[in-house]
C-alpha cells in the first residue's frame, strides 16, 4: 500500500499522550501514522515502533517514524520523515534498497521552495510544510507565508501535507492553497472526542476534494 496523493489524513502519534488515544484515533479512520517521540532511549524507540506498527497494520494505516532510519527499517515500518537536520532523502533511499525496501516511503520537512526542490530531487516521496499555526508540540516553529507554501508546491509537485496546530476550524487555508492533506497530532489527540475530531478532519478533506474535482 501507497500514499495516496490527495485527501491524507497523517496522525502524528507520541505514546506519553495515551496508547487508548493513538488506538481509538486509528480506529476512526485515519490514513497514516507516524511515530514522534523526544528524549527516549533507541532501545524504547524500537520497542514503541514495533507496537505501534503492529496497531496500524491492524487497521490498514501506513506507518511512519520520525527522524529515525535505524528505527524505522529495523522496526519495518513502511517509511520516515526526515527533518532538515537528519539522514539526507537520497541516503536514506539508497539504505532502504540495500536492506531490500525499495517502496520505503521517505518524507521530508520542506519550509522554504529551495529545500522542497532539493527534497524532490532526492527521491522524497512526499513532504510536509509549516508550521501553520502555534503548536505545543513545537512551540520554536516559525508560521509560514501563504506565498512560501505556494512556491513549495510549485516547486516540488508531490503530496505535500501541512502540519502545525491544525485544529477541524482552522484547516481550510492550506486545503484551499493546494495540500494533499493535514498531518495532525493535538487536534486529534487533545480532542475531547477523538473519534468526531477524525470525523470532522475527514469532512473538510471531502469537502476540499469535492471543490477541485467541481462537485
Known sequence: ?????????????????????ILEALAAGVDLVQLREKNVTSARYLEDALWLKEQAKRTGALFLVNDRLDIALL????????????????????LAAECGR??????????????????????????GSGAWHATST???????????????????????????????????????LGASGLAVAGGILGADSITEAVRRFRERLCENGNRRSGL
Open 138 to 176: 513545537k512551540p520554536e516553529a516559525l508560521p509560514i507565508k501563504e506565498e512560501t507554501y505556494l512556491e513549495i508546491l510549485k516547486a516540488a509537485p508531490i503530496p505535500n501535507v501541512a502540519i502545525g496546530g491544525l485544529t477541524p476550524e482552522n484547516c481550510g487555508r492550506p486545503l484551499e
Open 75 to 94: 522496526s519495518g515500518a513502511d517509511g520516515v520523515h526526515l527533518g532538515q537536520e537528519d539522514v539526507p532523502v537520497d541516503a536514506a533511499k539508497r
Open 102 to 127: 525499495p517502496d520505503f516511503i521517505v518524507g521530508a520537512t520542506a519550509k522554504t521552495k529551495e529545500q522542497a526542490r532539493r527534497a524532490l530531487e532526492m527521491g522524497a516521496d512526499y513532504l
Open 1 to 21: 500500500m501507497r500514499l495516496k496523493r490527495q485527501g491524507i489524513l497523517y496522525l502524528i502519534a507520541d505514546r506519553k499522550l495515551g496508547d487508548e488515544k
